[in-house]
Nanobody, 125 residues
Framework: QVQLVESGGGLVQADGSLRLSCAAS????????MGWFRQAPGKEREFVGC????????YYGDSVKGRFTISRDNAKNTVYLQMNSLKPEDTAVYYC??????????????????WGQGTQVTVSS
């Protein structure tokens, strides 16, 4: 069992930056690939990116590639989402996810094994 708690959301102006954190419980954190999704009102949950269990490999969705960076610290059981050059269309609830897999690609919203509760990110124009 893995429990995930996101933090770091808030209100930021366009072109600004924000870093989200996701703290995981459980001693098997390092065995899971971790991902981030987001969901805007009235829209489907969208894949943002994912990172391998070791942190050495990442994969990003096209809409955030070059602006967002995922990293992890297995000693702290934490995964991060650094968001730069934010746009109003990045406004959404951001969710952390864990998946027992070695494969990094555009995960579907039904593929993660565990989810966090989400944190709101609002980007003003």
């Amino acid at each position: 069992q893995v429990q995930l708690v996101e933090s770091g959301g808030g209100l930021v102006q366009a072109d600004g930056s924000l870093r989200l954190s996701c703290a995981a419980s459980g001693r098997t954190f390092s065995s899971y690939a971790m991902g981030w999704f987001r969901q805007a009102p009235g829209k489907e949950r969208e894949f943002v990116g994912c990172i391998s269990w070791s942190g050495s490999n990442t994969y990003y969705g096209d809409s955030v590639k070059g602006r967002f960076t995922i990293s992890r610290d297995n000693a702290k059981n934490t995964v991060y989402l650094q968001m730069n050059s934010l746009k109003p269309e990045d406004t959404a609830v951001y969710y952390c996810a864990a998946r027992s897999t070695q494969y990094l690609y555009r995960w579907g919203p039904n593929e993660p094994d565990y989810w966090g509760q989400g944190t709101q990110v609002t980007v003003s124009s």
